[in-house]
Structures are given as C-alpha cells and as structure tokens.
C-alpha cells in the first residue's frame, strides 16, 4: 500500500519532533519534511509534494495562516490544524478552516505540556481522511478564499433588518469542512432574505461563538450564536453552541430557542437529528432541511422524519464541494433527498425552494 505523505509545520522543534514521532507509529504514514515557518512550508509543499500538511497554529504568530493561504492558492494541498484551543488560538482556527484547511484538532496549550499522545489516534485518522480528498473538490472551495475582516469593516456591512413573522424556516447541518462551505452558503444570501436559519455545526464549545462571529462579517444575514429563550427572527443565522443541544418550539405566535444538555445523538452535542425533527413539529411553517458536508450519518434519519412528516424540500451538498460526503450519503440510502447542489449553488437554491428567487425576479 502506498504511504501517505506527510509536510509537519510548527515553529517548536520539540512539537515539530512529537507530530512527526507520533503519526509515523502508523506503517502508512511518512513525514517527508518538517517546515519551522511559512516560507519554509510553502516552498516545501512545491519541492516536496506532500499528501497532507499539518500545521501548528501559534498566535500572535500569523505566519501559519499566511502559510496555509499561500498553500491553498499555489498548490492546493489537504491542510490539518493543531489549535491551542486558546481564544487566539480558536480565532486563528476558524480563520484557517475558512481559508481551505479541511479539518482541526484541539491540543493542549504550553501550559500543560506538550504531550501529545492523547491525540495520536484522531490525528493519525484525519490524516488518512484528508489524504483522500480530491483534488477538484480541495479547488472547488477555494475559488474563493476568505480574507480577514477588520471590526470597522464589518461594521460597514449592511445587514438584513430582523423580521418577527415569517412562514417559512431553514434548518443545516454540518461537520468537518462546515465552516468554509457555511460561509459560501450564509455569505451568498442577500441583505432581504426574510427567514430564519438555524445551523449544526459539530464544534466544540467556543469554537462556535468564533464561528458566527466570523460568518457575521461576511454575511448580508445577521449570524449569532444561539441562547436559550432566544425569539428567533427573520433575517438570522442561528448557531447551535458547542456541547448543546439546539431545539425550536412554537409558544403562541413566537418561535424560541431551546437549548439542551441531554445525552449525544449519533456522537454529537449539538445534534443535526435533534435541530431536524424539532423542526418538522413546526406545522405551521414551511420547512427546508439541509445537509453539508460532515462525517457519519447525524441529520440523516431526522431529514427523513420530516421529510415524510411534510417538508418542503431537502437538500444535500453535493460530493463535488463535499470536504467529506458522509452525511449527505446517508441520507441519499434514505431516498430522502430532492436535491443535490453544490456548495457554490445553494443559496440560489435555498432562495428558489422559499419562492424568494422568483420574487427577486418580480421586484
């Protein structure tokens, strides 16, 4: 069997050495170089032509993000993160992950060592899952690659002006390559679009609230992290947070958010099957269900509930864009799905299956 090719990036020597000792236990695996900074993994990954590149995230030390955005738009290379999981840290993952890396893992901070074998086996995983991502699918999401943000920028922003009533709701699902593939949906909707969204991403608690904070920048919708009681509106994303469970129920005229910390479904918390089937009770609202690219089978059974308790379309990304095409597979077995769309196409779709695109049209 063909070994997988591995570029370890990090400015320690010693986190450098550990990547490399730990993942090369695995008989597939080989690291054929070790970059100490940006320019160094650039021109390695052009020299060296690795399967996967892993890349320590260390902040304020930007030149990872640099790195990988370089990589990204040159030689277009599967990229894992090693998040601190500090707040930097998370700001610098996100960031990367909406920049073309395809997936992350949290490691612990210098404050409690460097040890890192706890995580062997989940990196030595990603890495043979990042290994088999083509490599049309890695060029597909990144035609467009995010650029940085600044506060006051963002400010400028014209946003959509939050609706109380609406009758129609937009539920989406997602795992690994979520984040990119959100903001070229949430991005992509105009500043008018009238109904709410609520979104699973599966992330780890405040990795979230990073998450809607940078799709709020790039986006014409109003994006949040949700909260308990929330009212939800027209005109917003709503982010399930990390570790909770996300539900909406109707109390009178109103739709509220609640959240949870019952048992995961599927391995999640939040859950994609536990957002869907609290959507398909909501009979007096057109439903629209959604699922992108992620691992496993989470959203599947819940779409196919709704989608036989009267939905109104259900959509999956299609394998083209897909990071990883688990979840939208799983409910394909289902024979659920109307609809496959690519990444780039699903806002135009969303807006097609609410009417919102004819009335576009009308105006």
């Known amino acids: 069997m063909q070994k997988i090719k591995v570029l370890v990036v990090a400015t320690s020597v010693m986190m450098r050495k550990q990547i490399s000792n730990l993942i090369t236990e695995d008989s597939i695996i080989e690291v054929i170089g070790a970059a100490r900074n940006a320019s160094e993994a650039v021109s390695m990954v052009q020299e060296l032509r690795p399967d996967v590149v892993t890349i320590d995230i260390e902040v304020p030390e930007l030149n990872s993000l640099v790195a990988l955005s ?3 738009s040159q030689r277009p290379t599967p990229i894992l993160i090693l998040s601190s999981g500090t707040k930097d840290g998370i700001v610098a993952t996100i960031t990367g992950l909406q920049n073309g890396a395809v997936d992350f893992i949290s490691r ?3 404050l409690y060592g460097l040890d890192l074998s706890h995580i062997k086996d989940e990196l030595i995983f990603k890495i043979k899952h990042a290994a088999q991502i083509p490599l049309r699918t890695l060029i597909l999401n990144n035609i467009t690659v995010s ?5 006051q920028q963002a400010e400028d922003n014209s946003k959509t002006e939050c609706i109380e009533e609406f009758d129609q ?18 991005s992509s909707l105009p500043a008018n679009f ?8 599966h992330m780890p608690p405040k990795y979230t609230k990073v998450l809607a904070e940078r799709l709020k920048r790039f986006s014409s919708v109003q994006v949040v992290e ?3 009681d929330q009212l939800v509106l027209g005109g917003t994303a709503y982010i399930a947070p990390g570790n909770c469970h996300m539900t909406v129920v109707q109390q009178g005229q109103e739709y509220r958010i609640k959240l949870h910390r019952k048992a995961p479904v599927n391995g999640h918390r939040p859950s994609v099957d536990v957002l869907f089937d609290s959507i398909s009770g909501l009979k007096s609202l057109k439903q629209h269900l959604i699922l992108m690219t992620g691992r496993g089978n989470d959203g599947s059974r819940g779409m196919l509930n ?3 308790a009267g939905a109104q379309s259900t959509l999956v990304e299609s394998q083209e864009t897909s990071i990883i095409n688990e979840m939208a597979e799983a ?3 289902l024979g659920c799905v109307d609809d496959e769309v690519p990444s780039h196409l699903l806002a135009s779709k969303v807006m097609e299956v609410t009417g919102e695109l004819a009335n576009k049209f009308d105006k």
Not at 194 to 201: A, D, E, S, W
Request: glycine content about 10%; proline content about 9%; charged content about 10%.
């Open 70 to 72: 370089s990589i990204m």
């Open 147 to 151: 650029k940085v943000i600044t506060g």
């Open 226 to 228: 949700a909260k308990n």
């Open 331 to 333: 409910a394909m077995a």
């Open 169 to 186: 709701i937009i539920a989406i699902g997602c795992g690994v390559g979520g984040p990119k593939a959100l903001e070229i949906v949430i």
């Open 306 to 308: 709704a989608k036989q």
């Open 108 to 110: 612990p901070t210098q």
């Open 194 to 201: 009238p109904y709410p969204l609520l979104i699973v991403q």
